[in-house]
């Protein structure tokens, strides 16, 4: 975005320019800072454009807030790209995390792995986890940081969604995050790196010598990122019967309308089994002469 930008006064800023703009990211012709073209002069997805004129018109909502253009030029666009497919998300098993989990180098990643499977924490959320946000009576983890890496440096900041939360986590993990709070020191990280600070989040690119690549190699599993743990442990919340709200309070998501965006079709998915619940209830609720008398019964 600041190729085209970053030295265009705000007030300038007309809707016309920015459609020009979205035309030529569609065309992979727009400005760029990088040495080598972006796309090399081919088409960019839609999804890429969308992402781009969101952060323009997020900065825009700000200007707009403050008093310093009357509207945002970056929104309610003609020619912004629509695309009606759902992004292929990685789900894990059960299984699948805990041999993950097994695979890893050592204590503390392995207890990592397991609490975003099983939390749905983002990796910045866990990395920044301090002993004094455990609370291991009710078995709550609290969410109200992240650490970020930006170009190599640690950036403190407030969650995704600007909120605190509190997020359950299952009692097998009980004992693996107490040893992690072992020393008794609140403002001891959780999940630290093996030198001190903040553990770095690891090198993810495809067949790239990494802890995460060599843990999914020898766990047998096809290449995914951390943020698949999020996804699983969406997967699995459902799976245990999770509604939409509660999904939405463990995820940190801002509205229970975006989770169900994110996450509509394992929710459609699951649909099956409360079915199957209905019928096992109705059997085991319902006199079996009548049940019986009802199907004998001669259609009207």
Do not use: C
């Not at 939390?119 to 609290?142: H, P, S």
């Not at 097998?172 to 770095?200: N, Q």
């Amino acid at each position: 975005m600041a190729p085209r930008w970053a030295t265009t006064p705000i007030g300038s800023i007309l809707p016309s320019a920015v459609e020009k703009w979205v035309r030529q990211l569609g065309q992979g012709v727009a400005p760029t800072a990088r040495v080598r073209s972006i796309a090399g002069g081919k088409s960019l997805s839609a999804s890429v454009v969308v992402r781009s004129v969101g952060v323009l018109a997020g900065i825009l909502d700000v200007a707009v807030r403050d008093g310093r253009i009357g509207t945002n030029p970056a929104r309610g666009l003609s020619n912004l790209p629509h695309h009606d497919w759902t992004p292929r998300r990685r789900y894990l098993t059960h299984d699948q995390v805990f041999r993950l989990a097994a695979a890893a180098p050592d204590e503390v990643r392995q207890t990592l792995i397991l609490t975003l499977a099983y939390t749905g924490i983002r990796w910045g959320e866990a990395v920044a986890l301090t002993a004094g946000d455990v609370d291991l009576a009710r078995r709550r983890l609290r969410i109200y940081r992240t650490a970020t890496e930006v170009e190599g440096r640690i950036h403190i900041g407030a969650p995704k969604s600007w909120q605190a939360r509190s997020v359950p986590f299952p009692e097998f993990l009980a004992p693996r995050i107490a040893a992690r709070m072992a020393d008794g020191k609140r403002d001891a990280l959780i999940f630290p790196a093996a030198s001190g600070g903040f553990l770095p989040r690891p090198d993810t690119a495809f067949r790239r010598p990494s802890w995460w690549n060599n843990a999914l190699r020898d766990a047998g599993l096809d290449h995914l990122t951390p943020h698949a743990l999020k996804h699983t442990a969406a997967s699995l919340a459902v799976s245990a019967g999770a509604n939409v709200k509660a999904l939405q309070r463990m995820l940190g998501h801002k509205s229970a309308a975006m989770t169900l965006d994110t996450y509509a079709y394992l929710l459609e998915d699951d649909l099956t089994a409360v079915a199957e619940r209905l019928n096992e209830h109705a059997i085991a609720d319902v006199d079996p002469r009548l049940m019986l008398r009802l199907y004998e019964a001669p259609a009207s």
